[in-house]
């Protein structure tokens, strides 16, 4: 079975602290692709990171991380200080083997303390 | 910054009636796709398209869906024969030969 699974549909954490975003996949096919999206209340869906299976390192961009652990089939968007504007829906989404269609889990609501 | 443009913002249909979504993808990409999030729920795709013709798509796109590119800018979602059911945002995307997608901002369709 292919499903990707977020776990917390809520979360607090304090403005300028980090925070972990849960997610989980499961799939038998080696080549696979993750993605974090992020949607502010205004509605649109906002690329933040993307992660292949083959790829080495774990992806970065700017304050975002993803701590992609193969074996335990995680992925998790690390946050690093964050800020009141990064309150938002954020959307794991993965793509199997060669397909392009994104999967998406249930997101988890993120809200940031001031 | 290039981005994906999607009109209109909103569109109110009454039941039955036939709508057309339109997008335009970013210039250079050659992957286009139509999502939709129904309200409160999880962002489920509907189709792919490349190369002018669908290369993936899901079981919710059946007869009454249909998608064209009339020109070499514009990428649309038809809905035939509009339901209450089909309200819901609809996200087009695009992509390079790479797999990351950028999202439109979305067409609220609200069918009455």
């Known amino acids: ?12 954490v304090q403005e300028k602290e980090a925070v972990t975003l849960d997610c989980t996949y499961d799939t038998s096919d080696p ?9 502010p209340s205004s509605g649109e869906m906002i690329f ?4 292949g299976s083959y790829d080495q390192q774990n992806a970065t961009e700017g304050r975002y991380s993803l701590n992609f652990q193969k ?12 800020q009141l504007g990064d309150s938002a829906m954020y959307f794991c989404a993965m793509r199997f083997g060669s397909a392009r269609q994104l999967t998406f889990g249930s997101g988890t609501q ?3 303390l001031p | 910054e290039p981005e994906v443009t999607q009109t209109p913002s909103h569109q109110v249909t009454q039941m039955g009636q036939e709508v057309i979504l339109r997008c335009v993808p970013i210039s250079n990409h050659l992957y286009f796709y139509w999502y939709r999030q129904i309200l409160g729920q999880k962002v489920e795709f509907l189709v792919s398209f ?12 059946d007869d009454q869906f249909s998608v064209e590119r009339p020109d070499g800018s514009n990428f649309t979602l038809k809905i035939r024969s509009t339901k209450l059911e089909d309200s819901a ?13 950028y999202f439109g901002p979305g067409t609220r369709l609200t069918v009455t």
């Open chain 1, 31 to 39: 080549s696979y692709g993750l993605f974090w999206y992020k949607q």
């Open chain 2, 50 to 61: 490349y190369n002018n013709e669908i290369s993936e798509k899901s079981e919710i796109f």
């Open chain 2, 89 to 101: 945002m609809y996200f087009c995307a695009s992509s390079e030969a790479h797999y990351e997608q």
């Open chain 1, 71 to 82: 074996a335990r089939k995680s992925a998790n968007l690390v946050i690093s200080a964050s």
């Open chain 1, 48 to 51: 933040l990171i993307y992660q």
């Open chain 1, 110 to 112: 993120l809200t940031v």
């Open chain 1, 1 to 12: 079975a292919q499903k990707i699974t977020q776990t917390q549909p809520g979360m607090f």
